[in-house]
């Protein structure tokens, strides 16, 4: 792309402009399609929660097919390497990722995507800020977690995090939990995290930033496997005799790495000015009752687990390739994410 002389640079110009436009528009009548459909269908909530909440998950599921295909159109593409996650697809998993930057979200969207359940039955974990984007009302009536960044309200967001769960992830039977534990984006918390390193003893990281254990803390706690208090939740539809297992099954590590560690954006997703590549999910799965019970053990666990993503990531920009050491079941191949947007005509939504 630097090479291209002045006609290439009016191409790329005007594809971006193009793109940009393509996106707008998407946005105008996508949202508010959705947002219309979702009152209009409200009273059903009262009347019969289940087919509301089965229908909100597919139309969820449509804005973020239309998420991917802006990713996919410009050629970002996603190789998934490391653990097999089949069995983790359909099953209340807590997933936790490196992040790096406004990329993150949609290359996620992108990825699972194609995957049947996944996208419909998810709930993300995300900064409050998130509210006042083009996509805060859809994640509100969607009924994901906004959470406020800063000290003076950490006790109290983590509280509400944990009602949420209880009220609102257990009954709704979500099933794909969406956590950033850094809480940031590492270029904007490396500082933080290297003087926190310094101060209680902990490796500096480079490549991915200290996460915090709160949210984890609160979720285990909450949904954890051992968590018995709301073994016999009843889901919306069901009556009380339905005993529900509300409890998170697995922990799925995923490691973004990006080519060379340069992140992509959300203007590279929206002009599309940024050469097309293969960014790298590296996945690795754990039973959720691996993860130690005890606050201490547990940031112990997940301070190792970013060790390793540290030492993946390193090995990945100097190399090309993610070390397979750290994992412990049969890998497969990395293998490309194919988009597939006829697939919408022949979804079968289970219950
Ligand atoms: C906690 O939840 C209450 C009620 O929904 C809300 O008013 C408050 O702002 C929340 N606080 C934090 C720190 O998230
Ligand atoms: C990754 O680590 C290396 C040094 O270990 C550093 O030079 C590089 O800037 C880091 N990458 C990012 C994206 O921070
Ligand atoms: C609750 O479920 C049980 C067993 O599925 C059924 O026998 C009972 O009639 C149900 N009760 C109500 C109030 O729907």
């Not at 959705?34 to 597919?58: A, C, D, H, Q, S």
């Not at 940031?299 to 390793?308: N, T, V």
Request: charged residues 20%; hydrophobic residues 40%.
């Amino acid at each position: 792309m630097e090479e291209a002389g002045i006609f290439g640079k009016w191409v790329i110009f005007a594809k971006g402009l193009l793109r940009l436009c393509f996106i707008l528009v998407n946005n105008l009548y996508c949202i508010p399609t959705y947002i219309i459909w979702m009152f209009l269908l409200r009273p059903l909530v009262f009347i019969n929660p289940t087919l509301y909440w089965k229908i909100e998950g597919r139309l969820f599921h449509f804005l973020l097919a239309m998420v991917s295909l802006w990713c996919d159109s410009a050629g970002y593409r996603i190789l998934e390497a490391g653990d097999d996650i089949s069995e983790c697809l359909d099953d209340r998993t807590l997933i936790i990722a490196n992040h790096q930057s406004t990329g993150d979200v949609p290359m996620l969207f992108s990825c699972y995507n194609v995957r049947k359940n996944v996208l419909p039955n998810v709930m993300w974990i995300m900064d409050s800020l998130f509210k006042y984007t083009n996509f805060g009302a859809v994640s509100c009536l969607h009924q994901d977690f906004f959470i406020k960044s800063g000290k003076q309200h950490r006790e109290k967001a983590l509280e509400n995090l944990s009602k949420h769960l209880r009220d609102k992830y257990v009954p709704l039977n979500r099933k794909w939990l969406i956590l950033f534990p850094e809480g940031g984006f590492l270029r904007k918390r490396k500082a933080i995290s290297h003087k926190y390193a310094e101060q209680n003893n902990y490796p500096k990281f480079e490549n991915v930033s200290l996460p915090r254990v709160g949210a984890l803390n609160v979720i285990m706690n909450a949904v954890g496997p051992n968590s018995h208090t709301n073994n016999n939740c009843n889901s919306y539809g069901s009556n009380q005799t339905d005993l529900v297992p509300a409890q998170i099954n697995y922990i799925l590590d995923i490691t973004i790495a990006y080519p060379r560690g340069v992140p992509i954006d959300l203007s590279h997703i929206v002009f599309g000015h940024r050469a097309p590549c293969e960014t790298v999910f590296y996945y690795r799965l754990y039973r959720s009752s691996e993860v130690p019970e005890e606050s201490e053990a547990m940031k112990d666990w997940l301070f190792k687990r970013w060790a390793e993503k540290e030492e993946m990531l390193q090995t990945y920009y100097d190399t090309g390739e993610m070390t397979t050491k750290f994992s412990r079941t049969k890998l497969y191949r990395p293998k490309l994410v194919l988009q597939d947007y006829l697939s919408f005509s022949e979804i079968e939504y289970k219950e």
